[in-house]
């Protein structure tokens, strides 16, 4: 049994990044878990990770009369976290050109089991029994490649949007109605009164156009997703922007920039992340490919008799008329989209030449909305539109969708006071991930995923 | 009665901020809404506000034959959105040496109410009313100046926290256990199974110091505080900071640079919000001032003879014995924190000479724990502590606290692979923002409170 040892007064003097040949004859102070242990009998070959890499820790037996440091290393089983106090020394086949001969050894916090996955392969075993274990699964170089270029994508957002004149703004998770219908809500009990969980900022962040033109939120959304797939989520970030005085096409050149933009600084500042995960990202060609629906629908149908303009596309036929890479499919019924889209066209007149699909469609509403998902292969990465900035109308098309405008008053009443033309999109952050990285699972995008069958950890 | 007019192909071509003396002469596209109107009969001077503040335009009758532009603008009223072609004449009296006179008027959207508070006036009106119309008063000079500085603050952090090494992460919301007991949860529920909302990201961010070392999150807390107060919301934004490899004296060196940091920022990005505010941010002395919790009840005991050690420390009576500005109250009693905190002095044995204070305390544990309050004045801003990162203690712990070990299953066996020792803290943002800019109501450092009346909007 190996005692447990206080912090005390051991402070880290470098980072593992930090240690190479100039330090070559000094002392160092490095601190880390254990990512992996080579017994050679008389020689031990520690490798000591910190959140930038491993350093080398020779440790020799015939050295260890005085301190114990050979023995207690010997019986430390990986992960455990020690600090070591050691002289650098120069080891040509060492990455970093030197591995470290420790002088005292901290131990901060012994591994009593042994990990049930290897933290240097890319999946042995099924997410769920990682899932139980994930802070020790998020040590393993996969996930730590997958979530440092997450946070490269956080920062790239904000730094664009920044640059773009937005700003950054927090609305409530805990709302008084379904901001897109009843579906897939979770219920709260907020004091007295029943409430919900915010699907999306939508009508927040709608208002604040009014205040601040051009402003985005990153926060979690809650869906009561009653799926099993690979690819919901029940709480999921999404990357929320809204902008005034534009329509749904300055909307996408926006988001064309920034998937760009977000590419560009991935590769600036992840190269060995890349690298690692063996994904090479190619710099985008902007705009991206815009199809409209009624086109999409026109081709679907000559492999597809069954459907009909109206109908939602499933991913899966998607793939019969579109390649790999992002693109969009614009200009959707409005009967698909939310009650707060923008018909196209003045006025909310239908458009004007029905496309010969039209008249095959059993659904007798022809109205298309200006409205975009942005997609990447057969995933769905984004949705945006105009929306509409007219109250009468507005207070229509929710009386059209079956909603009770009295919910929505305190909605409502600030269409009395000049609220701006504005559109804007959702975007998935983990979705996101998904497509730039090929993650297969949206679970491994995220630090602790949540869905209908889990919620712990 | 004047429609309203689309978008259409109309697009800014400048700020007001853009606008000025170089541009005299040509022709410009700007789009707001209306912040004054000064009607001197044949002449009109609006004011129209976009993001970066106002531009005059001025509209003549006499020069109004052909397009309307002076009827339609004297009966528009403020707040109304509005986009304005028109040349750049100059003017002495302005502000940025210009005026813009109108050739072209798109009604974007009418205010067809008269709003019920000034956009000039600091406060006029009860807060309450003015959330009613919360986006509207977010409008106002006033809080556009607050919601600035609060995005520099954002920003600032998060500078700052990746200099150093941490990364961003986002932890789950919705939670199976409660993270400091059972008060003041929310309860949800998640699909057929019960849950909560998170108090704090906790129990989250300490694991993951076990794959990232350093981790911070920005994102809602979650408490149904059932008192009506100015300083507690029931969403609130939470700065959760936690490292590993170090102690709580270092995080709060952390802190204590952090809060400096984020001073130095908005003194730069900010010069004109805190001269509006009158506000003025004196350069912060380093470290932070830091007391420990038994010299204050000492020096509060001469005047507050029931005071015992043990007992949490009033605001009110903290007055009594400090002044203003930030400062820490240090090494609180283990009973006053919740059950990760760490215990002073190795092994959890007690503190080896006891103040004379602890003498007349009823309490018979006289433990102390690596804790920090950051205060500002009577205001705690920030809780942090060393956590404890050994299994056995924690379960210790909890069972003292009278919590069901079996409830944290999840967390406790992370234990059992090495977590490094790790201290932390989290930082209201409303609170900090109260703090800085003497606002007195948290509410108004928040977009959309909640608190047990309010849910909306």
Redesign the interface.
């Known amino acids: 049994m190996i005692t447990?040892q206080?912090?005390g007064d051991w402070?880290?003097t470098h980072?593992s990044s930090q240690v190479n040949d100039s330090q070559i004859g000094q002392l160092t102070v490095l601190?880390g878990?254990?990512s992996s242990k080579r017994d050679h009998g008389n020689v031990l070959f520690i490798q000591l990770r910190?959140?930038f890499g491993d350093t080398q820790i020779v440790a020799k037996k015939e050295k260890d009369l005085e301190n114990n440091i050979f023995e207690v290393l010997k019986n430390l089983?990986e992960?455990?976290?020690i600090?070591i106090k050691g002289k650098v020394v120069g080891q040509k086949k060492s990455p970093n050109g030197v591995e470290v001969i420790p002088h005292e050894i901290k131990v901060?916090?012994?591994?009593?089991?042994s990990?049930p996955f290897l933290t240097q392969s890319v999946s042995t075993i099924g997410i769920d029994t990682r899932l139980?274990?994930?802070?020790?699964d998020?040590?393993r170089n996969y996930?730590?490649n997958v979530?440092?270029i997450r946070?490269t994508i956080?920062?790239s957002v904000?730094e664009f949007l920044?640059k773009n004149?937005f700003?950054?703004?927090?609305?409530?998770?805990?709302?008084?109605t379904a901001t897109e219908g009843g579906a897939a809500l979770?219920?709260?009990?907020?004091?007295d009164?029943e409430?919900f969980?915010a699907q999306s900022p939508q009508l927040?962040k709608e208002?604040?156009t009014?205040?601040?033109?051009?402003v985005f939120e990153i926060?979690?959304i809650?869906r009561?997703e009653p799926s099993r797939t690979n690819r919901h989520l029940?709480?999921a970030?999404s990357i929320d922007v809204e902008k005034?005085?534009?329509?749904y096409y300055?909307i996408m050149d926006l988001l064309d920039e920034l998937i760009s933009y977000i590419i560009l600084r991935i590769k600036d500042e992840n190269p060995n992340e890349l690298k690692n995960l063996e994904i090479e990202l190619s710099e985008l060609k902007i705009p991206f490919p815009r199809y409209t629906y009624s086109e999409l629908i026109d081709k679907l149908q000559k492999n597809h008799k069954y459907i009909r303009w109206g109908d939602d596309i499933s991913p899966k036929i998607l793939k019969d008329v579109i390649g790999d890479g992002f693109y969009y499919i614009v200009d959707w019924p409005l009967s698909t989209k939310p009650f707060y889209v923008k018909s196209k066209g003045?006025?909310d007149i239908a458009i004007s030449k029905p496309n010969p699909s039209f008249v095959t469609s059993e659904n007798n509403s022809i109205m298309v909305s200006e409205s975009f998902d942005l997609m990447y292969g057969p995933l769905e990465l984004s949705s945006g539109s105009t929306r509409i900035?007219?109250k009468s109308v507005l207070l229509d098309n929710m009386k059209k969708k079956g909603l009770n405008p009295a919910a929505f008053d305190?909605?409502l009443?600030?269409f009395?006071?000049?609220?701006?033309?504005h559109a804007g999109f959702g975007l998935g952050l983990e979705r996101l991930l998904m497509a730039l990285l090929k993650i297969e699972n949206i679970r491994d995008a995220?630090?602790?995923p949540?869905d209908?069958d889990r919620?712990?950890?």
Do not use: C
């Open positions: 447990e206080d912090l402070r880290r980072y601190m878990w254990i910190d959140r089983k992960h455990s976290s600090g901060l916090s012994v591994s009593t089991k990990a139980e274990l994930r802070a020790l998020l040590r996930l730590q979530f440092r946070f956080l920062k904000r920044t004149y700003i950054e703004v927090n609305t409530p998770k805990m709302i008084s979770f219920p709260i009990f907020y004091y009164k409430a969980l927040y208002q604040l009014m205040a601040f033109e051009n926060a979690p809650f009561a029940s709480e970030i005034a005085f534009v329509n300055d003045n006025s900035n007219n305190y909605h009443r600030i009395d006071y000049g609220i701006p033309p995220t630090f602790y949540r209908i919620l712990t950890p």
